[in-house]
């Protein structure tokens, strides 16, 4: 049986090689995922609508289901959509209010360490879906919305901004 012998200098050079190649998949596995990252904080964003700040006088002691969703109705109007061609969901997680009214439509944040004056309103458009996130932050009310589907193209903007449909409550 014959053997083979490897010389230092060779060994050296293998080894040298080898760790070049590391290094070399290390960067580019870094640069991939960075891209990456990237690229999901684009489509995040691309996500999401404009914040719009409410002025509330005088200010309210909780963040009741009637003015969240009278602000996510005023949300929708002043990003462009026909308010009458969208119907509000009915939350799946109903909570109770700080003055003990169930909630039906407002999904107010509810574990422990978050705040009761936050909550989402879902609206919904044939397939389409859009969640609004909606803060009392003491006299203001700060409503975000959130695309959940492929958003429909807007309408143009009215100039008024029409009264929120009924949403049932007596």
Request: proline share 8%; aromatic share 10%.
């Amino acid at each position: 049986m014959k053997r083979f012998h490897i010389s230092a200098i060779d060994m050296r050079r293998t080894i040298n090689g080898l760790l070049l190649l590391s290094i070399a998949l290390f960067t580019n596995g870094c640069v991939f995922l960075l891209y990456k990252s990237v690229q999901q904080d684009r489509q995040i964003a691309a996500m999401h609508g404009k914040k719009y700040t409410y002025k509330v006088k005088p200010a309210p002691l909780f963040l009741s289901e009637e003015l969240a969703l009278t602000k996510a109705w005023q949300t929708l109007a002043r990003e462009g959509f026909n308010s009458n061609e969208w119907k509000v969901v009915r939350t799946s997680h109903p909570a109770t209010a700080p003055d003990g009214t169930q909630d039906r439509y407002f999904s107010r944040m509810r574990f422990p360490g978050q705040d009761p004056a936050r909550g989402t309103v879902e609206f919904r458009h044939g397939d389409v879906r859009r969640k609004f996130d909606v803060l009392l932050d003491g006299d203001r009310i700060i409503c975000h919305s959130l695309f959940t589907g492929t958003p429909p193209k807007p309408r143009k903007p009215p100039t008024r901004y029409p009264k929120p449909p009924h949403t049932g409550k007596g």
